[in-house]
């Protein structure tokens, strides 16, 4: 991962698709120690949360995320008791302040042994105590799989990516996070040169993929995508290189201000 070391930058190198192959397949690429966080949004897909939840070593719901997996759960396996259908994909944690959290699914997790707690602080949100939780929980963890929307209310989603950097940027440095949301998977890149893997042939990510100036203006140049640009200024209100294409198996963005790069990913 970049990190500033002694006022210098250095290079980074990503790949996007490592936690959507499955994790026994020859030359997945997923090393170190995972962490999943399930957030209070539908889940897009069960074959898409078995792969994070295979790649991870801890898994929690965030507050009402305890609901939405559950839901999964039981939609998926509509002939086994609901007993049975949670068992594949127990939570080792369920944390929040807990007011989104359903007294019939908080019933059923407890009678199942997960353990359930609560933190009260009104002034964070139940993603920021999730991370909390999860590095206090794992202190060896080097990458935060959040699976999660933002496709829902225009507040939420802003508001999540905005986590995302407080989380990586302010809080975390040393912890990768990667959002998976409904059709998308989702990272800040630091500033310097990150390379990003996208093998296509794969079969995980699409073509399609956006450059995202959100958290300040920002100077990208690119390489591997169809319309590359150099030294080229790019701000929320200005220029921004959305629905850009890939064109080669790996890709270089160098920039001097975070951004969020985002790729469309294969819907299952």
Known sequence: MSEHVNGH??????????????HNEPGNLAVGCAALVILN????GYELFQRLHDHASFRLCADGGADRLSRLLKNEFPEAKWSEALN???PDLIHGDLDSLSGEVR????????EISKDPDQYSTDFGKAIKKVVERLPDVTDVLVLGSIGGRVDQGIGLLGELYREQI???SGIRFWLFSEASVSMILLPGTTVIHTPLKQGLIRRNIGILPLYGPAMITTEGLEWDVEDWPTELGGQMSTSNHIVAD???V????EVLFTVERVVT
């Open 254 to 257: 160098t920039t001097d201000k």
């Open 170 to 172: 302010v809080r975390h």
């Open 107 to 114: 019933e059923q997790y407890e009678d199942l042994g997960v």
């Open 250 to 252: 790996e890709i270089k």
């Open 9 to 22: 930058i250095s290079n980074d190198e990503l790949w996007p698709t490592k936690f959507l192959a499955e």
């Open 88 to 90: 594949f994909a127990l």
């Open 41 to 44: 949004s539908a889940i897009e």
